[in-house]
Each structure stands twice: as C-alpha cells, then as structure tokens.
C-alpha cells in the first residue's frame, strides 16, 4: 500500500496529471495525455492488455517516474493501491499483515511510550510540552479505535472469510483468492481516502465478489479500478477512462454507456475520415490535371494550400484479435481418469474426505468452491504433478494433456525465446506467426516476458498450450488478466475443442457456456452436479432459500416457545403481572413526554 501527500490542486481536485508521456524502450505507452479525479468519482480504467493500465496506476503512485509532465494531488490525501502484482513476505502470518495495517498507530504508542519514560527526567517546561505531545497522541490512538484494533481485524478477517483460515496461518501457505483476500483486508482496514483497485476481483470467489460491490457501491470516497469484468465494473463506476494508442478518454457514466458513446463516437470518426480522404483526392487531382497550366495554375496552387493546411484525421490502429485454436491429439481412451478413495492435500494434510469420480472422454468439467478449498490440489493430484494423502488417481490411456497453471513467475526470457524453448524445431517466422495469432503486437513479441502486463504474459502461456496437440485441457484460471476480446475468443475455442476439458475459474460465463458437469469442493467432501453451470447455480439458490427458512422457522419456533415460558411465568406471580403493568404505563408515559418534547424543540 503506498501512501501520498503532496500538491493541493483545488478544492474538488484529488488528482491531477497533465502532459504525460511514456514508454518503454521504443515502445510508447502515453503520449501527452491528462486525467484528472475529482471528490466522489467512482472511475473505471479500461482498455485493452498493454495499453498501459498498471502502468498508470504505478505512475501516479510515484513506483515508476514518468518521461514527461506532471502528476500533482491534493494535500493529506491518503491513497491505498492494491496492486495485482503485490507479494506478501514469507514467514508472516495473516494477522501479522492484518496489523501492518496500524504501524502507523503502532509507532505513535512507542512514541508515547518513550515521551513517558523522559517526563522523569525532565524540567517544567519541558514536562509541559511533553504532556502536550503526549495527549495529541493518545487522541490520535483514541480517535483511529487503537485500543479495539483486535476486533476491527477479527471483523473484516470474518468478512472475508480468513478467520476460518486461522490468523496464524503463514502467508507462504494461501492460495492465489487467499492472498487477494487479506491484502484488500489490509487496504479497508487502512481507511484510506483514496482507493486505486488493480483487478481485485482476481482469484476472488462469488460471495466476496459481491461483498466487494456492495463495498464499493455504497462507498463515499473516490476510487480507479481497473478489472476485465465488465459487469462488475458497470455495477459500481460512474465514469470511464478508456486508454487506446496512447491516448486517455474520460467518458460520462457506467461501462454500459461507455460502449454507447464509443460506437457513436467511433462511426463519426470514420464518417469523417472517408469524406475527408474524397475530398483531398478530389483536390489532388485537381493540383496534377491543372498545376502545369498558366490559365488554372492560380485555382491549383489555391488548392494546393487548403491541402496543406488540412488537419488530416487518422483512424486508430486496429488491434489484433486473437485467435485461439487448440491443436487435437488423436483420441483419448473411454475413461478420463478414476478416483479410488482419493484424499488431497498438502504436507499429508488433508482437505477432502475419500473421493471417488470418475471422468469419460468428451466431457466438461468445472471444478468449484471458495478459495483455498483445494481446487488447484485438486487439478495436480489427478495430474500426477503432487501426491495424494492417500488413495489414488488412476488416468486413463491416451492422454495428451495441456495444463494452463493459474500463476507462474516469468523468467528473463523473450516472447520468442519463450516459445522457441518448448518448440525448438519452430523457424522464426513460426514463432512469430503463433505469437501474432494470440493477439501479440511486433513490439510485445520482441519485449522480455516479464515487462508485459499480466494480460500479455497469459496470451504468451496460451500460445504455448495452443500449439500442443491435447486431448485433455487442465485450465486454472486461465480468463485471469485477459481482456474482453481474449476471453470471448477462448470461450469459443473451449466451445469447438472435442477433447476433455477440466476447468477451475471464477468466469461465471465461461463456466456456463463451456461446463455440462459441476464438481463442487466444500469442507470435507466433493458434490457433482450433473445438468450444468446454470442449473448447478439455480440448485445452490434453492438450498440457500431452503435453510434460510429452515432458520426463520426455528426462530419463530423459539420465539413461540418464549412466549409461552413468558405467560407461564405471568400466571404464577399477580405482583409481577401487576409490577410490568406498571412498567409498560410507565413507558407509555415516557414515550409520550418525549413526544412533546420533540415538538417543542422542532
């Protein structure tokens, strides 16, 4: 979390940036543009991968200096940024990162503490501004809740379901959604003024998703986020920043009335720009048919300089679609794989109960529950890739299988010597020609995998699963970072794919177009549900309505046989009936006195 205080802009004004230009190497990521954020705007930040989102956010920050301009803030603004590349520091616990969140307060008590052990030695002016010190302090302490700052951690820890984890749970030990979890818990915890959210919907699953929103609905501040999910982005912004070819456009409203105006905007653009190219081929015919000659040289050099002084327009680039198509390994055998008793976990720490499954070629599969419950551990001990606690896995003949890992740390290699170590026998042109076919730039192909914004590293990693022939796919997150265009593409080559898929996300989308079958991972057992993503999600509804009446029956039964105690006790004691008598006229009495009270003062 980085925290700014700087320039004072104006009153309304948070942040200010102005002529900013940017890039890396040759490759120009703004060219002069200004942004601004205001009181109470909830902004959206969207574009394509490689547009220069995270750059952005890691410019006005202050991470990264920019080449040109200027990046000013209001005075004591206290921003919080969740960076979707933040790390969290072996051997701390979640409690230990939770209460990083007051060091500041932390610091402030030690500071206390040392003003109270000099006050033994001091004069009496000194003891007089020490006492002064010291009580500014202890309202600083008083007023930000220091002496109750356990329970504040136990109550946004319940929220996002890290209690249940353990608060001593080592950081080292969670899961992609688990670290996501506790680094924004740290972030609300911190109160600041200003939240910059870089895809924190990343990992997360659907109940904090929705806490999420409602958080950032009804939140009074300013924020930017940038996410991929466009109907949570449309849900809780109210302006649109859209970066393409180094350019930065504020637009009024939500995603939905982005998209509006863009297309709006974008259909002008290219009425003007074929009116515009007619008429300058018009006059440059003129110039060459009449130039030569002494009776309309005059008209042709006349039109001449209204060709000069004509403000060409140019059309944005297109950006290149991706295509995914995943190469088909000849047919895999009947059975998929076949659990027997199969218990997984990590360090011969179980999270399951014996499962027992069993998979044929062809299907579909999504594999659901909340983050950490052992998705991913689900995925490599049916793989082979750890060891089961116990039972087995037994995978079928045949099989050909492309794994998509959900997170890998990019080494120091180019896009193309990437793809070059797994295809070796790939000429140039191949390796560049698979890289351009996932919607990589010239410029992002030559640029090392690690400088590329997570979007681009992930259409690197697909251009190598792509390229294998398969005939089963285990995919772990793999819309994660991906823009709009991307997952609609991979959505329609899951789609077309005849091989067997297995498939962890949090896309509900995805999961509906691609899944015909549900295995569920909750506490202690795995559920399969066999009609879809769809109908999976209208039986999981049903059970929730189910218990929650179950519970407000039971508390209406508890509430009846109250009452019931209540008149057996009435009827055994006349004083008592005649003392709450009393009680309830006295009440009436009150009630009714505050009542004119309140007139009067009004």
């Known amino acids: 979390i980085y925290y700014i205080n700087i320039f004072k802009k104006e009153d309304d004004m948070i942040l200010n940036v102005e002529n900013l230009s940017h890039g890396f190497g040759d490759r120009a990521i703004f060219n002069n543009v200004s942004f601004r954020l205001l009181k109470g705007e909830h902004i959206g930040l969207i574009g394509a991968n490689g547009e220069g989102k995270s750059t952005f956010m890691n410019i006005v920050t202050g991470k990264l200096m920019p080449d040109e301009g200027k990046v000013e803030w209001a005075k004591n603004v206290k921003a919080g940024y969740l960076d979707q590349h933040s790390v969290l520091t072996p051997g701390m616990t979640i409690g230990d990162v939770l ?94 003024d200003i939240l910059l959210l870089d895809e924190p919907t990343n990992y997360l699953d659907a109940n904090h998703i929705e806490w999420l929103r409602r958080y950032l609905q009804d939140y009074d501040n300013a924020f930017i986020l940038i996410s991929h999910d466009m ?73 001449q ?83 089961a606690v116990s039972g087995k896995a037994v995978l079928g003949d045949y099989l050909y299988k492309g794994y998509f890992e959900q997170e890998i740390k990019p080494g120091n290699n180019t896009c193309i010597e990437e793809i070059w170590e797994t295809f070796p026998s790939y000429t140039q042109y191949e390796v560049r020609s698979a890289l351009a076919k996932c919607g990589l730039t010239t410029e992002h192909i030559e640029s090392k995998v690690r400088v590329l914004s997570g979007g681009e590293q992930a259409k690197v990693r697909l251009c190598k699963l792509i390229n294998v022939e398969t005939n089963i796919l285990l995919l772990d997150e793999p819309t994660n970072h991906l823009d709009i265009d991307a997952k609609e593409v991979l959505e329609q080559a899951l789609s077309d794919y005849e091989g067997t898929v297995i498939l ?53 039964e508890n509430l009846r046989r109250e009452n019931e105690e209540k008149k057996a006790v009435s009827y055994r004691s006349k004083e008592q009936r005649a003392r709450d008598a009393k009680r309830r006229a006295r009440i009436k009495e009150l009630e009714k006195l505050i009542g004119e009270l309140e007139t009067q003062m009004a």
């Open 231 to 303: 109907e949570f982005l449309n849900s809780v912004v109210n302006l649109i920043y859209h970066m393409e070819n180094q350019e930065i456009n504020r637009y009024v409203g939500n995603y939905e009335k982005f998209k509006e105006v863009y297309e709006v905007k974008k259909s002008q653009l290219e009425a003007a720009y074929r009116r515009q190219q007619q008429e300058m081929n018009e006059l440059k015919d003129f110039v060459a048919r009449n130039k030569a000659r002494v009776a309309t040289r005059n008209m042709a050099m006349s039109r």
């Open 99 to 192: 209460r990083q969140a007051f060091s500041y307060l932390f610091e402030l008590e030690e500071k206390m503490t040392g003003i109270f052990e000099k006050m033994a030695e001091a004069t009496p002016e000194e003891m007089e501004e020490m006492m002064e010190e010291s009580g500014t302090i202890q309202d600083i302490l008083t007023n930000h809740d220091f002496y109750i700052i356990d329970a504040k951690i136990e109550e946004i820890a319940r929220a996002f379901g890290l209690l249940e984890l353990g608060l001593d749970k080592d950081v080292t030990e969670l899961s992609g959604g688990q670290r996501t979890k506790v680094l924004l818990a740290k972030l609300l915890l911190e109160k600041p």
């Open 305 to 387: 300089k209204k060709l000069d002084k004509m403000e060409v327009i140019e059309l944005a680039k297109e950006k290149p679609k991706p295509e995914f198509c995943f190469k088909e390994a000849r047919a895999a055998g009947k059975v998929i794989f076949e659990t027997d008793d199969l218990v997984i976990g990590y360090n011969k720490k179980p999270l399951s109960k014996p499962i027992n499954l069993r998979m044929e070629r062809g299907e579909k599969i999504a594999v659901t529950g909340t983050n950490g419950i052992g998705k991913t551990t689900f995925l490599k001990s049916v793989l082979g890739l750890i060891p």
């Open 504 to 556: 962890v996300s949090h896309d509900r989308y995805l999961l509906s177009k691609i899944c015909g079958r549900i295995f569920e991972i909750t506490p202690g057992k795995l559920e399969e549900f066999n009609d879809g993503f769809e109908q999976y999600l209208t039986q999981k509804r049903a059970r929730a309505e189910a218990a929650q009446a179950e519970i407000a029956a039971a508390k209406q």
